[in-house]
């Protein structure tokens, strides 16, 4: 992909609307709370082979029963990963401690319930660490110019000046909807 390509893709997406989810991605700073670290547990968790359209609507429902004090058992059934979120719930600010302390961080994000070898890297990228996430919509588009979605992302990332997560909310972004 060209850079050319790249920046047709982004105002494409820009002008669609999709501002803040592009600027929330180029602003990302270092996780600070176990409370955020809770949330975008949570969220991932949720988006683990869920359409983010329909996991949207699930996070906000079930951030709406904990904030109304209903368990969000009431919201939301799927068994695996409603005990991940609850335990989540109960252990954060002890899992948000040993993941300040862990030397290899995606090796800890891993070990965590629900998270495993590609959502790691979502997880670490909404905590702020400056990565891609090779789900199968990088992978199939990486693959098309015959490199890996790494290397994909850091090359369009030195070429536009734009965070590696930045490109990649980028492409992705653009094949959740279709566009590429």
């Known amino acids: 992909m060209t850079k050319e390509q790249f920046m047709g893709i982004y105002e494409a997406l820009m002008s669609a609307g999709y501002e803040k989810e ?14 955020q670290f809770l949330q975008e547990y949570t969220w991932v ?13 699930i996070y906000e429902r079930i951030n709406r029963a904990l904030s109304e004090g209903i368990s969000i058992s009431t919201v939301f059934n799927h068994k695996g990963k409603l005990k991940a979120i ?3 719930n109960r252990d954060y ?10 030397k290899n961080k995606l090796k800890f994000l891993e070990s965590l319930p629900y998270i ?13 660490m ?11 588009i990486a693959s098309q110019y015959g490199t890996t979605p790494l290397e994909l992302c850091k090359k369009l990332s030195k070429a536009t000046g734009l965070r590696i997560s930045t490109v990649d909310v980028v492409i992705w972004r653009a ?6």
Not at 130 to 140: E, I
């Open 22 to 35: 592009i600027d929330w991605s180029e602003n990302l700073s270092s996780c600070q709370s176990g409370e």
């Open 86 to 88: 609850i335990d989540m």
């Open 175 to 180: 094949a959740n909807l279709r566009i590429i």
């Open 116 to 128: 495993g070898k590609i959502t790691k890297y979502q997880l670490a990228k909404n905590l702020g």
């Open 130 to 140: 400056d990565m891609c996430k090779p789900d199968r919509h990088l992978v199939r």
């Open 93 to 102: 600010d002890e899992v948000f401690k040993k993941y300040l302390k862990a």
């Open 45 to 57: 968790v949720l988006n683990s082979g869920m359409k983010n359209q329909v996991a949207r609507k």
